[in-house]
């Protein structure tokens, strides 16, 4: 009696705290999505539901140009990253070369460095070379941590699949470009779109590398919130904010699901 007691009370605490961490993460949230349907101008005050900070952000002409840059910076890094993470994973995965272990770990060290330390350590190299910052220096930096984080995704999915399938194809008489393309590729596809989603919603979310590396004309959309918020925060961000959000959770359940039914074929479910 007195075990099942114990028990009973681990598992309250247990949902306590569970629900003490879900409380402090999301009603935030909540609350800055309710005020994003304020009338009023003022946060504190309520001055009645309405539309008008989310027809605003519609005619707001800055906010449109940084959702372009901010779009422009994310697609072509994401794209870039792809091609060569996939390439990194593969290469790593499958073939040994002197100082593969180092290689291997300073690959990955974006995935640790903070981005303050990415930010400056890029801005001192792009001063030291001469280069001009400008909306493709954004770009290349972003290519360095979007690299990484694909890599991650694609070696994970690597590591489970049966590494005969590519000799079987071989011994049937495919060329190694024929077996990648036509047997490897299809089976990392999932992973690949995976991790092109979680580095798309990274690229959109930074504002310290964009702000280090960005030049003269390129405002990405985080900069610009930041720009605004530094005096306040309005109403109208709320509702951008809101709209961010629901956008990363939809891609966040996308790649989730997309990873899901991959994992539930390869398993034969």
């Avoid at 890094?77 to 390439?87: D, I, N, P, R």
């Avoid at 194809?169 to 299809?186: E, H, N, Y």
């Avoid at 961000?237 to 994992?263: H, P, Q, T």
Wanted: hydrophobic fraction near 55%; include cysteine; proline fraction near 4%.
């Amino acid at each position: 009696m007195n075990v099942f007691a114990r028990s009973k009370f681990r598992f309250s605490w247990q949902f306590f705290m569970t629900l003490l961490m879900y409380g402090f993460m999301y009603i935030p949230i909540l609350i800055l999505a309710f005020y994003s349907f304020n009338a009023s101008r003022f946060s504190s005050n309520w001055g009645g539901f309405s539309w008008r900070w989310y027809n605003s952000l519609l005619n707001d002409t800055r906010i449109q140009s940084a959702l372009l840059d901010s779009l422009q910076v994310a697609l072509i890094a994401v794209g870039v990253s792809a091609v060569l993470g996939t390439m990194m994973a593969v290469g790593l995965a499958k073939y040994w070369f002197p100082g593969k272990g180092l290689y291997l770990g300073v690959s990955y060290l974006p995935l640790i460095i903070p981005d303050i330390a990415i930010a400056v350590a890029t801005l001192v190299f792009l001063v030291s070379i001469g280069m001009s910052l400008s909306i493709w220096t954004i770009i290349a930096a972003h290519i360095v941590f979007c690299l990484a984080y694909i890599a991650v995704v694609v070696s994970t999915r690597l590591a489970g699949l049966n590494p005969h399938l590519e000799e079987a194809a071989l011994d049937l008489g495919a060329t190694p470009l024929q077996a990648f393309i036509k047997v490897l590729l299809p089976e990392l596809m999932p992973a690949i779109f995976s991790g092109c989603l979680l580095a798309f919603v990274l690229s959109m979310d930074d504002l310290l590398i964009a702000s280090f590396t960005a030049g003269g004309g390129a405002n990405t959309l985080p900069m610009e919130i930041f720009s605004r918020v530094r005096t306040g925060v309005k109403p109208d961000i709320n509702a951008l904010s809101v709209i961010l959000i629901l956008i990363s959770g939809f891609l966040a359940f996308l790649s989730e699901y997309i990873r899901f039914r991959s994992e539930k074929r390869r398993l034969g479910g």
